[in-house]
């Protein structure tokens, strides 16, 4: 998906933000044109504030001067619109790819909505198409995560930046986890989730609500209600 393609995807996203909303900011090049496009309707004359999932967002935004808040001051969030890395047809997501999975989460979490944005290249017919599935760990336990990550059949790389470790908004490392499609996605998310040290995976399991898919010229729309009829 280029730039222009985000952009169209960006603009429809609006449709779901109203005048005094508090809105969830996501990471990652979708969710970039989302915050580029959402300026623009700030400065027109849109209330809103935004809560961002990353230091990298949080800084775009107040540079575009979007009014931002933190998220223990706002509670619950009117909708989020972030980007995702695989799309499955019950709009169950991958993301993680930009190192912000667990703000993210916790961000998306916080909202009566979750919105989507992806390319039209982004929906698999089932997670774990693309091979990898992050996972965020705490430095003490990686060595750790990675042993009992290795038995579960996923083959856990550390994230490195320029040879170094990367290290997320919250001081932890993200491991890239090499998956097949998986087959029981919960099931693979409670293995993970119980080795001692793993913060959170990049699984996001029944949150999205609506996913945007650019589609060179067009967009789809694919809501949960859809999706839960197939």
Same mark, same amino acid.
């Given at each position: 998906?280029?730039?222009?393609?985000?952009?169209?995807?960006?603009?429809?996203?609006? !449709?779901?933000?109203?005048?005094?909303?508090?809105?969830?900011?996501? %990471?990652?090049?979708?969710? $970039?044109?989302?915050?580029?496009?959402? @300026?623009?309707?700030?400065? @027109?004359?849109?209330?809103? !504030?935004?809560?961002? $999932?990353?230091?990298? %967002?949080?800084?775009?935004?107040?540079?575009?001067?979007?009014?931002?808040?933190?998220?223990? #001051?706002?509670?619950?969030?009117?909708? %989020?619109?972030?980007?995702?890395? #695989?799309?499955?047809?019950?709009?169950?997501?991958?993301?993680?790819?930009?190192?912000? &999975?667990? !703000? *993210?989460?916790?961000?998306?979490?916080?909202?009566?909505?979750?919105?989507?944005?992806?390319?039209?290249?982004? &929906?698999?017919? =089932?997670?774990?198409?693309?091979?990898?599935?992050?996972? *965020?760990?705490?430095?003490?336990? +990686?060595?750790?995560?990675?042993?009992?990550?290795?038995? &579960?059949?996923? =083959?856990?790389?550390?994230? &490195?930046?320029?040879? $170094?470790?990367?290290?997320?908004?919250?001081?932890?490392?993200?491991?890239?986890?090499?998956?097949?499609?998986?087959?029981?996605?919960?099931?693979?998310?409670?293995?993970?989730?119980?080795?001692?040290?793993?913060?959170? %995976?990049?699984?996001?399991?029944?949150?999205?609500?609506?996913?945007?898919?650019?589609?060179?010229?067009?967009? +789809?729309?694919?809501?949960?209600?859809?999706? +839960?009829?197939?």
């Amino acid at each position: 998906m280029n730039r222009v393609e985000s952009m169209q995807g960006a603009q429809y996203a609006l !449709r779901y933000v109203g005048d005094g909303s508090v809105i969830g900011l996501g %990471t990652g090049r979708a969710a $970039t044109s989302f915050v580029r496009a959402l @300026a623009e309707r700030v400065h @027109a004359g849109l209330a809103v !504030r935004g809560v961002p $999932t990353s230091a990298a %967002t949080a800084s775009l935004a107040a540079e575009l001067r979007i009014p931002l808040a933190a998220l223990d #001051e706002v509670g619950e969030l009117d909708v %989020t619109v972030d980007g995702a890395d #695989e799309v499955d047809p019950e709009l169950n997501l991958i993301k993680g790819y930009g190192g912000a &999975l667990v !703000r *993210e989460k916790i961000v998306a979490a916080s909202s009566r909505r979750l919105v989507i944005l992806v390319g039209r290249e982004k &929906l698999v017919p =089932r997670l774990g198409s693309r091979g990898v599935l992050p996972v *965020e760990v705490l430095p003490f336990g +990686e060595a750790l995560c990675r042993r009992r990550l290795a038995l &579960l059949g996923c =083959r856990p790389q550390p994230r &490195l930046v320029d040879g $170094t470790p990367f290290i997320s908004d919250n001081g932890n490392r993200v491991l890239d986890c090499g998956v097949e499609p998986i087959t029981d996605a919960p099931a693979l998310e409670r293995a993970i989730l119980d080795i001692p040290g793993v913060v959170g %995976t990049g699984l996001f399991l029944g949150m999205a609500d609506v996913v945007i898919a650019q589609d060179g010229d067009r967009i +789809e729309v694919h809501s949960r209600d859809d999706a +839960e009829t197939h």
